[in-house]
């Protein structure tokens, strides 16, 4: 009998690269991560393609493919609807697969889920859930507004308010609305009068307080919220607002956001990289507001199991991903973004973030106590991010599709389209007659048009080197051989040469008809995901667009998996990259639970201690 854990923590640290953490772990700047690999098991793991955030944690918390559990892009397809219209892939109710902390409930464990992509609203109630979707965006149905800045005077950095009048009303446009200040602007601060007369000094060096105030959305919502002085590119003194969040409404059920607040902690979810991309806020306060996310998350795991007693905790950050995106550029010498001069402060921004993620880790051991084993693990790796593909634009110049782009993106001119790339990435659909809502081409001449699609995308060259750029085009029954496929899928799904990303929401349709593009700091954006406008020339780093296993420059596809706790090998490497569907199973198993119904993964049989075979060797990783 396999020694159990009786108890273990889930931890996903979103795009955590497995070359930088063995890198920066043997440096010593990740005691923990160090920690954890010398009295357990870790091993570099595959993504299910394509390698986003969405499809993978579905992966991870299902133990399932994705034509099993129905994510199968960022944004999900259905059957019967607009090819173009897509629903978000982190609503639980698209899940059709059981997740793994429904299961341990169904066992009689008690489950506390925090901030997990894909489980929110929560589907037992059994379950405890705090937090948000789990999304890299920054628009959470859970929050009153997102972060904002304020400034007194011109220029206006993009998306902040002009509060030129000495009236200043909390909030954004869309969001909730909140309390009226009379500001006042000064050289090093600003002082903001509410009125009832309450002063609210903000500074330059500091964050104030977290104050509470009342905000219409649907009615009178109590929301908190903190304040700093930051100063726009243009050096302009200006007041930037951190995400408001709501004091209740966060948790299921509803009383466990009174129990963190009895702690005296402000739960938010991780406000992302929208002050930073906007220019509102510098790298270091950005980094400081992911630490407090952390530290506010393992405080609230540590509240909350001091009153319940857990069995089984999952928490998740998207720190890594987003610091990626926006620095690898810098400190990768295949980037366009490199330069040497500046590639140490392009890392440091991004090890400081695996620092923090280390010390998050050690603030979860310390708070659940050496019962629980800790699992940790990343939904996909990071590639430099070197040119970029529009996939219509390769349709439009194959003569499969037909659109017109304006101002507020591209419109698709469906009588004349055969095939059109969406929602995201990796997935080009067909236009099908009885089929989808507008579908001209006839159910005999499918197997042609796929075959057209295929020719297309891996015809593409890149102009400067002759190099083909689609590597993988397949129809969408040999996909099944990866786990894609099905109803939601594309008719053919395809996978980038590395370093070249191929996504319709980073470049759509557009009036060029480029099809390749170097990327790089030439490009000034003011874009974001979901404005169907060129985007791709803002992030430094590309994941999900080519196959699991390839590696680029300091980086790579695969994603993180560690393992350690009663029963674990202790410094055990494995040298087979087991899969991320693999996760579920070995966990259920090593708990002494039944797998998610429809889970798909192995137990990974090697990584317990007492399953060595008789030889001294191990089972290499089947049932």
Request: with cysteine.
């Amino acid at each position: 009998m396999t020694s159990r854990a009786n108890r273990v923590v889930v931890v996903g640290l979103d795009g955590a690269v497995p070359t930088l953490i063995k890198e920066w772990a043997d440096e010593g700047r990740l005691p923990t991560l160090r920690g954890l690999m010398a009295r357990g098991t870790s091993a570099p793991a595959r993504s299910i393609l394509p390698g986003v955030t969405p499809i993978n944690w579905a992966s991870i918390a299902t133990g399932a493919y994705p034509h099993t559990h129905g994510i199968v892009d960022f944004d999900v397809h259905l059957p019967g609807e607009p090819l173009d219209l897509g629903h978000d892939a982190f609503d639980s109710t698209l899940i059709t697969a059981e997740f793994l902390w429904e299961a341990a409930a169904g066992a009689g464990r008690k489950c506390l889920v925090m901030n997990f992509p894909g489980g929110w609203p929560p589907r037992d109630a059994r379950v405890h859930w705090v937090g948000g979707v789990g999304s890299p965006s920054s628009h959470g149905d859970l929050q009153l507004c997102s972060s904002m800045y304020y400034v007194p005077a011109g220029p206006v950095p993009r998306d902040a308010r002009l509060v030129s009048d000495g009236t200043l009303i909390l909030g954004t446009p869309g969001g909730a609305l909140g309390p009226t200040f009379a500001v006042s602007w000064r050289d090093h601060d600003i002082t903001l009068r509410a009125s009832d007369g309450t002063l609210i000094d903000v500074r330059e060096d500091a964050w104030t307080p977290w104050h509470h105030a009342a905000f219409e959305r649907h009615g009178s919502v109590s929301g908190h919220f903190r304040l700093r002085a930051t100063r726009s590119a243009a050096g302009v003194l200006g007041l930037y607002c951190s995400q408001i969040y709501a004091d209740a409404g966060f948790s299921a059920p509803t009383s466990l956001a009174d129990e963190i607040a009895a702690d005296g902690l402000e739960y938010v979810d991780y406000c992302g990289a929208r002050g930073f991309d906007r220019g509102w806020v510098d790298a270091p306060t950005m980094l400081e507001e992911a630490e407090h996310k952390l530290k506010t998350m393992a405080a609230s795991v540590a509240a909350l199991q001091r009153r319940h007693d857990y069995d089984v905790v999952f928490v998740k950050t998207h720190l890594l991903d987003h610091l990626e995106h926006a620095f690898w550029g810098g400190f990768d010498p295949l980037s366009p973004w490199y330069g040497s001069d500046d590639a140490p402060v392009f890392e440091a921004n991004v090890r400081r973030g695996y620092e923090l993620a280390d010390a998050f880790l050690a603030d979860l051991q310390a708070a659940l106590g050496p019962d629980f084993g800790m699992v940790v693990v990343s939904d996909h790796g990071q590639l430099p991010h070197l040119k970029a593909m529009s996939p219509n634009n390769v349709l439009a110049a194959a003569g499969l599709l037909k659109g017109t782009v304006s101002d507020d993106g591209p419109v698709v001119d469906w009588s004349q389209t055969r095939a059109c790339a969406a929602t995201c990435l990796g997935h080009v659909y067909v236009n099908l007659a009885g089929r989808d809502p507008e579908g001209i081409v006839r159910p005999e001449d499918y197997e042609t048009v796929q075959a057209q699609i295929q020719d297309a995308l891996l015809a593409v060259r890149d102009p400067e080197t002759g190099e083909r750029v689609v590597e993988l085009a397949i129809t969408n029954r040999e996909a099944a051989a990866l786990g894609q496929g099905g109803e939601r899928a594309g008719d053919v799904i395809y996978a980038m040469r590395p370093g070249y990303s191929g996504d319709t929401n980073w470049f759509p349709l557009t009036a060029d008809g480029a099809t390749v593009v170097r990327v790089g700091p030439q490009h000034h954006i003011e874009a974001d995901f979901g404005d169907r406008k060129f985007i791709a020339g803002k992030f430094g780093s590309v994941h999900g667009c080519s196959l699991p296993t390839v590696s680029l420059g300091r980086g790579t596809e695969l994603a993180t998996f560690m393992l350690a706790g009663p029963g674990i090998r202790a410094g055990y490497a494995r040298a087979e990259h087991p899969e991320l569907v693999d996760v579920a199973p070995t966990i259920a198993d090593w708990i002494g639970i039944p797998a998610p119904r429809q889970a798909q993964g192995r137990v990974l049989r090697d990584v317990f201690a007492d399953r060595q075979d008789v030889r001294g060797g191990s089972d290499p990783g089947g049932e």
